[in-house]
């Protein structure tokens, strides 16, 4: 269902605040906030435990279940995994809808990665100890205060580890959840964790699309076949045509020619060659118009190839054709809040509140699924800072976690209602 006002609150920013700072001073809220200075020393520990477990993207297993057993150790109700390895737990509330707290599962970092570990007071060290165990941090350390102190929300708040956000994984957890019909029913608001900090509000999905296109040819010999269609060729007049294709400055888009092969030998016409294309646009139109060029550089470069081969025929008897291949090898898609969305004059308040300073940001996570099918989502991080995302050198600092995990229970709480 979509995003509901709720008629209790003002719609008014100043009404706002109002209700966040009566949320904030509620008994078990204030709670809340206590423990998530006295329990650091534990989700620290759980921090490094879940980041000691390797997920590689289509790897997430182990991890999966470790947290499995932390939602159910916590006391959430109806834990379970779905066919891809999403793990859910639902602290419940009245009604059949839910505010969706995720956090991704995943590190960009593959099986066999040295993964070493260390604490060294605040600091923890190691791949993937930030992004995004900072933010699978934050969603047990937001599920253990509700749980201990019995904290009574209107909607439910599902918590979910979800998987593949990362690279290839190409947000197959989130696209799984908003494929189910359950889940696209229920979930009102969707609050994606993403690594470290308190200081960016992502609102705004960039898409992006991923191309791996393909050119074969017949080979041959350098001298002996010479007119043979040379597919390496193919690929660079599909290049040289491609860049020439004027892009909008707004909404921002780029394209990026990221890997090209081919070709075995100096004296031999390749049998085949490839290039990775990556598309980026805040406007899926954009990404759509920029594909199609692609694929018509493509067709063009071909055809000349192909008139080439015919003028090299009359002297050179080789001929032969050529066949291509464009296979989609990873699709963001883009999109951003619906205006007045609630979720983010939420979190302006609860900033306000708290006395935090946010940037609102574009960026491709998680929120990119719902908010390109117009939900409501936003992505932020779990608290504390940290550095060298997706580098063996990743840090991750707990210094002042606390004001963001009362940033994130603020926000879902204010989203899902409290009652007294
Ligand atoms: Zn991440």
Redesign the pocket.
């Known amino acids: 269902m979509a995003p509901h006002p709720r008629a209790e609150l003002p719609g008014l920013f100043l009404g706002l605040q109002q209700e966040i700072a009566a949320i904030a001073a509620a008994p078990m809220v204030r709670s809340a906030f206590a423990d998530f200075v006295s329990e650091e020393a534990r989700i620290a520990d759980w921090q490094l435990q879940l980041a000691r477990i390797p997920a590689p993207p289509f790897g997430e297993q182990v991890r999966g279940q470790w947290l499995f057993e932390r939602f159910l150790d916590i006391g959430l109700k109806e834990v379970h995994r779905d066919e891809v390895g999403n793990v859910f737990g639902v602290w419940p509330g009245v009604t059949d809808n839910s505010v969706a707290l995720s956090a ?1 599962m995943d590190t960009v970092f593959p099986l066999g990665t040295p993964l070493n570990f260390r604490q060294h007071g605040a600091k923890l060290y190691g791949p993937g100890v930030s ?2 165990g900072a ?1 699978l941090a934050a969603l047990l350390a937001i599920a253990a205060a509700l749980a201990r102190l019995r904290v009574r929300t209107t909607d439910s708040l599902l918590f979910i580890a979800n998987v593949g ?2 690279g290839e994984g190409d947000l197959r957890g989130m696209r799984q959840i908003f494929s189910h019909r359950h889940w696209l029913n229920t979930i009102a608001y969707q609050v994606v964790l ?2 470290a900090g308190n200081d960016t509000i992502v609102a705004e999905a960039l898409g992006s699309r991923r191309f791996e296109v393909l050119v074969r040819g017949p080979g041959g010999h350098s001298w002996s076949d010479f007119g043979a269609p040379n597919p390496i060729v193919v690929l660079a007049r599909a290049v040289a045509r491609f860049v020439e294709v004027p892009l909008p400055t707004a909404p921002k888009t780029t394209f990026n020619i990221g890997v090209i092969r081919g070709g075995t030998s100096v004296n031999s016409i390749p049998e085949s060659a490839s290039m990775r294309v990556d598309l980026r646009s805040t406007s899926t139109a954009e990404i759509d118009g920029l594909a199609e060029a692609l694929r018509l550089a493509l067709k063009q470069a071909v055809e000349e190839e192909l008139r080439a081969v015919e003028v090299r025929a009359s002297t050179h008897k080789r001929k032969g054709d050529l066949s291509t291949e464009m296979m989609v090898i990873g699709n963001r898609p883009g999109g951003e809040l619906p205006a007045g969305a609630r979720i983010l004059e939420v979190i302006r308040a609860v900033d306000a509140y708290l006395g935090n300073v946010a940037q609102v940001q574009r960026a491709s ?1 998680d929120a990119n699924i719902p908010l390109s099918l117009g939900r409501e989502a936003v992505a932020i991080g779990g608290g504390g800072s940290g550095g060298g ?1 997706h580098t063996l050198q990743e840090w991750f600092d707990a210094t002042g976690r606390d004001l963001g995990l009362r940033r994130i229970l603020l926000l879902v709480l204010a989203l899902a209602g409290v009652r007294q």
């Open positions: 991704h992004d995004n933010g956000e990362e993403d690594g996570t995302a």
